[in-house]
């Protein structure tokens, strides 16, 4: 079966990973702008990256039969100077005319301080002047239910953002509900110990219906694995789910969402 991997940092995966999801039937995966492990110290290196978000990367996954698609923004874990997150976000209405730039993401809040707020709601603010899908990460760890309640907050006072055109990432079991209950999507990374794994992802499945859900590996340069997805199908099968069930989480579902953006293209696939 088909799938969409909705969030994977591509930029720190080999080409074997590549290959190894095409064989698991990937088709289409979209990668969020991230934080390399390091702290980027100039515009011009973010400008390099953006660069190699939307052309590099297509061109790489492209070899292996994958659509890749990106998002654009300024991570929450490089949004604390304020100085260099202003000459940053000057870079990021040139590459959302991209025909791969879906909307401006992931942004949101890290370690929710006064600085990231601030970031985080001038690019809010820029996705609602642009008419931008908005992709917003939430902490991890103890950070999380403070930073999904100012996630919200922030988004109550920009209510030009309709709802359904906003995915707020990285749901646990004590977040998802006020984040689907707010009318955004929700999505559940199967991540190694700050995330959740296929076994979390297909309970929360179960508990709060698959409306408004997506699931991704958020695989990046830390222990994580970019085959998450194809495992949560497993998983899903082996509690005899129905393959409707599935294919609605793992393809029709961000199909949906992602499809909002007119550049969103699965036609050929």
């Not at 980027?40 to 061109?59: I, M």
């Not at 495992?231 to 069930?245: S, V």
């Amino acid at each position: 079966m088909a799938y969409i991997e909705n969030h994977c940092r591509m930029v720190s995966r080999t080409t074997d990973d590549y290959a190894r999801m095409a064989l698991t039937g990937c088709i289409a995966v979209t990668e969020s702008a991230s934080w390399p492990g390091y702290d980027r110290l100039t515009a011009e290196a973010f400008d390099d990256y953006f660069h190699h978000l939307t052309e590099v990367e297509t061109a790489r996954a492209a070899k292996f039969g994958i659509h890749h698609y990106t998002w654009i923004g300024l991570n929450p874990r490089e949004s604390e100077n304020r100085k260099l997150a202003g000459r940053v976000l000057q870079l990021i209405p040139r590459y959302l005319d991209h025909p791969t730039a879906l909307g401006i993401g992931e942004i949101g809040l890290n370690r929710v301080t006064r600085n990231e707020f601030d970031t985080f709601v001038e690019q809010l603010e820029l996705a609602s002047d642009l008419k931008q899908l908005v992709l917003i990460h939430t902490p991890h760890m103890e950070d999380k239910d403070k930073g999904t309640i100012l996630t919200l907050k922030a988004l109550r006072e920009h209510a030009d953002l309709p709802s359904d055109r906003v995915l707020i990432d990285h749901v646990e079991e004590h977040t998802i509900e006020p984040v689907l209950d707010a009318g955004f999507w929700a999505g559940i990374s199967l991540y190694p110990v700050t995330g959740s794994s296929p076994e979390r992802g297909v309970d929360m499945i179960e508990r709060y219906g698959p409306d408004r859900l997506v699931v991704s590996s958020s695989g990046d340069w830390g222990v994580s694995d970019p085959l998450a997805v194809p495992k949560l199908m497993r998983e899903m099968r082996r509690r005899g789910h129905p393959e409707e069930l599935v294919r609605k989480i793992t393809f029709d579902n961000p199909a949906r969402f992602l499809g909002q953006s007119p550049k969103f293209d699965l036609r050929h696939a």
